[in-house]
């Protein structure tokens, strides 16, 4: 997963989980290169 702010490959998952009934899995994830966090689906 590449960061969407500086394209960066390296990130870390700060936390998953399931969406209330169970549909998406939401991910937050964060850049090691920006510092950035966004969330994936
Ligand atoms: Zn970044």
Do not use: F, Q
């Not at 500086?6 to 290169?33: F, H, T």
């Amino acid at each position: 997963m590449r960061c969407p702010h500086c394209n960066a490959r390296r990130d870390r998952v700060i936390d998953s989980r399931d969406s209330e009934k169970g549909a998406a899995i939401r991910r937050r994830r964060e850049c090691l290169e920006c510092g950035r966090r966004w969330t994936t689906y």
